[in-house]
Antibody
Framework: EVELVASGGDLVKPGGSLRLSCEASGFTFSTYSFHWVRQAPGKGLEWVASISQSVDRTNFIYYADSVKGRFSISRDNAKTSVYLQMSSLRVEDTAVYYC?????????????WGQGTLVSVSS | QSALTQEASVSGTVGQKVTLSCSGSSNNIGSYAVGWYQQVSPGAPKTVMFGDSLPSGIPVRFSASKSGTTASLTISGLQPEDEADYYCSTWDSGLEVQVFGRGTRLTVL
């Protein structure tokens, strides 16, 4: 059974840093892309970042403009985990952060989602 | 302003057929498969369609289609448990980002 477990959310002050983790199980981790999607309180879903499966030891990485330069996505195939390193956090980064798996044949869609982890940025 | 446009709200009665739309451009819906995601607050999203394929465990009353730059999600035989927020999403090659619609609140009357 495919499972994605997100963790690392916490209350942090503006300007602070946090690292989110998403541990995957139940499938061959290295062959899938992964994504972080967030949802601010009372708002819709917002894509944050994506990391592809490794192609010739290279991962393709993309970021939303709202987090570019502040957030960094990475993966560790040996630990079957994806990470989101967040720095220079702002109040507007407050949200539930979900990790999602990209479909192996249709990479523009997500086929499984984790349960989410809450990040609160407040002084 | 989102790159994908969805109705803010749609309603229907039990057993009715309802269609949710997602309008985009040649850079997104016109070029890539669209995912549809159901979210019953306060839970995590769930994938109900990817492209025109039904994920395992999703009822066959869900279907999806695409015509040009508009994608549609149809629920044939609406059930009370279908009441949720529905989001469409795909890749945008012009912006080089994954884009989401703002979501449609589906109410079952």
């Amino acid at each position: 059974e495919v499972e994605l477990v997100a963790s690392g959310g916490d209350l942090v002050k503006p300007g602070g840093s946090l690292r989110l983790s998403c541990e995957a199980s139940g499938f061959t981790f290295s062959t899938y892309s992964f994504h972080w999607v967030r949802q601010a309180p009372g708002k819709g879903l917002e894509w944050v970042a994506s990391i592809s499966q490794s192609v010739d030891r290279t991962n393709f990485i993309y970021y939303a403009d709202s987090v570019k330069g502040r957030f960094s996505i990475s993966r560790d195939n040996a630990k079957t985990s994806v990470y989101l390193q967040m720095s220079s956090l702002r109040v507007e980064d407050t949200a539930v952060y979900y990790c999602a798996r990209g479909h192996d044949m249709v990479p523009t869609v997500f086929d499984h989602w984790g349960q989410g982890t809450l990040v609160s940025v407040s002084s | 302003q989102s790159a994908l446009t969805q109705e803010a709200s749609v309603s229907g009665t039990v057993g009715q057929k309802v269609t949710l739309s997602c309008s985009g451009s040649s850079n997104n819906i016109g070029s890539y498969a669209v995912g549809w995601y159901q979210q019953v607050s306060p839970g995590a999203p769930k994938t109900v369609m990817f492209g025109d394929s039904l994920p395992s465990g999703i009822p066959v009353r869900f279907s999806a289609s695409k015509s040009g730059t508009t994608a549609s999600l149809t629920i044939s035989g609406l059930q009370p448990e279908d009441e949720a927020d529905y989001y469409c999403s795909t890749w945008d090659s012009g912006l080089e980002v994954q884009v989401f619609g703002r979501g449609t609140r589906l109410t079952v009357l």
